[in-house]
Structures are given as C-alpha cells and as structure tokens.
C-alpha cells in the first residue's frame, strides 16, 4: 500500500475526530489521575481501633498485629513498614508511599495502612482481607 492510498483511506472528518480523542483522553488523565501527597495514615490492625498518624512528624510507630510487632516508619510526609512478623517480607519490600489514597498492607500481620489526604476523595470503594 503506498502513502498516497494510505491518506486517502482517511478523511479530514477522521483526522479530526482522532485529534479530538486524543486531546480528551490526554485531558481526562490529566484532570482525574492526579496524586496529591497524603497529610495523614489510618493505621488499621485485626480488631483494634483504627490509628491516625500525622505524617508531617518522623517518628517510628509499633502496632501490634495477629502475628505479632510491625514497625511503621514515617518520615518526610512518607510512611512505610521497616519490620514486620510475617514471612515473606512483602510489606517491607513495597517502599515509602506518600500519595493520597494509597494503601499498604502486611496481610498476614492484618495490619493496613491507608493515606488520605485533604478532601474525601478515595481511588478505591472497598477494602477487604
């Protein structure tokens, strides 16, 4: 197929409304997709009263879990598990989280940590384990 024949398959009508797509597309991911950094952690473990952690102070916090201690480090507006009595190490291994909305966990500790941030928005409508 040759360039010429390949132009001609599209109509000026066609190259608009791609642009037009593409234009909204870009627009929506910008508008919707946003992150703004977390302000506060609700630390969440088995049946206990949820905790809320000011995340503007470092300091290391302990939670007593089903299997036993996690330790949470907080630290310039970010927070992530440094210990944990679980197996596998995975809620160590995910890193600092800071933005809002976020949500990380030592699942077999039932230990939950979620960000919120300034409005009531969340990017989830259910948490489950």
Known sequence: MSRSSFT??????????FLVSLSLIVFSYVYFWQ??????????????????????ESKIHQ??????????E???GQIRFISSACKNKICIQSGWHQ??????ACLPNRVSVQLGRQTSQTDYDAIIF
Do not use: C, M, W
């Open 63 to 72: 939670v007593e879990g089903r299997l036993g201690i996690s330790k949470l």
């Open 8 to 17: 001609a398959l599209f109509t000026t009508a066609d190259k608009l409304l």
């Open 35 to 56: 992150t703004s950094p977390a302000s506060y952690a609700i630390v969440k473990s088995g049946q206990q009263d949820s905790r809320l952690i000011n995340l503007n």
């Open 99 to 104: 933005h809002g909305g976020a949500v990380t």
């Open 74 to 76: 907080v630290k310039d």
